[in-house]
């Protein structure tokens, strides 16, 4: 019964299955927008400590990588139900094209806010 409910929360939360990248259970769903100053990428990650999440960027990508843990409480409580994806988690943005300066993030009502501000052209006012 759990595999066939891990099998189903892969099918809706799109999540790599045991042949995927190696280590990674999940991919977390992510907005990305664009203004004249930055690209903004919203990243749904509640219950997720920010601090604790790894931002690169390489080649024009995006990489957001880290684990959500299951609480200690889990371990002797009986499960109703279990929605939120645990485990490791890894998604990757291909960025418009561009060059932008080191992201800064933060976080809200169970986003993290990662803000890619676009790196100054060279003899641009």
């Not at 889990?74 to 998604?91: C, D, K, N, S």
Request: a positive charge.
């Amino acid at each position: 019964m759990l595999a066939r409910a891990e099998r189903l929360q892969r099918e809706v939360f799109n999540i790599p299955g045991p042949s995927g990248h190696a280590g990674v259970a999940w991919e977390p769903p992510v907005d990305v927008l664009e203004t004249q100053e930055a690209v903004l990428v919203l990243v749904a990650l509640p219950g997720v400590d920010a601090k604790q999440v790894q931002l690169v960027i390489r080649n024009g990508v995006l990489l957001i990588a880290g684990e959500r843990v299951l609480p200690r409480e889990l371990a002797t409580a009986v499960i109703h139900r279990i929605e939120l994806p645990q485990g490791r988690f890894e998604r990757q943005i291909r960025l418009p094209a561009g060059t932008y300066e080191p992201p800064a993030s933060a976080v809200a009502n169970g986003c993290l806010i990662v803000r890619l501000p676009k790196a100054a052209r060279k003899g641009a006012p």
